[in-house]
């Protein structure tokens, strides 16, 4: 399985950038899908995710309205739409991905990620 995250960089606040995460190894058709971050010093957090038909979706609060996550099956991508960049979302990156069922996802899920990830970093 390779995982690769890109898509981050430096941006302003106020500022937009698309993640991407891009899958070879096994097919995610069936496979729910997750956006996590980390921040220094913090745990990871979960931010989004999609169900496996990419018909549900849950967001953290605080990037609700701002972030769109989607799933792309023929691609075997995952992105992440970020605008209206905050400072508070400065952070590592990274996907997941765990067999799900159809309609639902959950952030709770145990999703496995494989990625190093890629770092956002936003200035005030």
């Known amino acids: 399985v390779q995982v690769t995250e890109s898509g981050g960089g430096l941006e302003q606040a106020g500022g937009s950038l698309r993640l991407s995460c891009t899958i070879s190894g096994f097919s995610i058709d069936d496979w729910s899908m997750a956006w996590f971050r980390q921040a220094p010093g913090k745990e990871r957090e979960g931010v989004t995710c999609?169900?496996?038909?990419?018909?549900?979706?849950v967001y953290v609060d605080s990037v609700k309205g701002r972030f769109t996550i989607a799933k792309d099956n023929a691609k075997n991508a995952l992105y992440l739409q970020m605008n209206s960049l905050k400072p508070e979302d400065t952070a590592v990156y990274f996907c997941g991905a765990i067999r799900g069922p159809i309609g639902l996802c959950k952030l709770s899920w145990s999703y496995r990620s494989w990625g190093q990830g890629t770092q956002v970093t936003v200035s005030s």
């Open positions: 999609i169900s496996r038909d990419a018909t549900a979706t």
